[in-house]
């Protein structure tokens, strides 16, 4: 079992950066690929980023791309996303997932259903 705790959110304007951060408890944090997901108002909760244990592939929402970076530290047992040029678009709760690693994935694993364990959350808010 893993805990996730994220971090980082607030309030900004369109076009500036923040960066989120994702910290796991335990000691098996290799075990688990990792993304990150937002959710709306009034919307599902929709795949973001994520990536394998080994940080080897990445798979980004095609609205992110070239915008958004997921990176992770297994010796620090952290995963983060650094988000630039962010939009309004992109307001809405952000949570970090895990999932037991896969050693064949695929982008369609990574969905929201498909995750086992969620941290609480944290809100990014981009006025325009």
């Known amino acids: 079992q893993v805990q996730l705790v994220e971090s980082g959110g607030g309030l900004v304007q369109a076009g500036d950066s923040l960066r989120l951060s994702c910290a796991a408890s335990?000691?098996?944090?290799?075990?688990?690929?990792m993304g990150w997901y937002r959710q709306a108002p009034g919307k599902e909760r929709e795949f973001v980023a994520a990536?394998?244990?080994?940080?080897?592939?990445?798979y980004y929402l095609d609205s992110v791309k070239g915008r958004l970076t997921i990176s992770r530290d297994n010796a620090k047992n952290t995963v983060d996303l650094q988000m630039n040029s962010l939009k309004p678009e992109d307001t809405a709760v952000y949570y970090c997932?895990?999932?037991?690693?896969?050693?064949?994935?695929?982008?369609?694993?990574?969905?929201?259903?498909?995750?086992?364990?969620w941290g609480q959350g944290t809100q990014v808010t981009v006025s325009s």
């Open positions: 335990g000691h098996t944090f290799w075990n688990y690929d």
């Open positions: 990536i394998t244990w080994s940080g080897g592939r990445i």
């Open positions: 997932g895990a999932r037991t690693r896969l050693f064949t994935p695929r982008p369609g694993d990574y969905a929201a259903a498909n995750i086992e364990y």
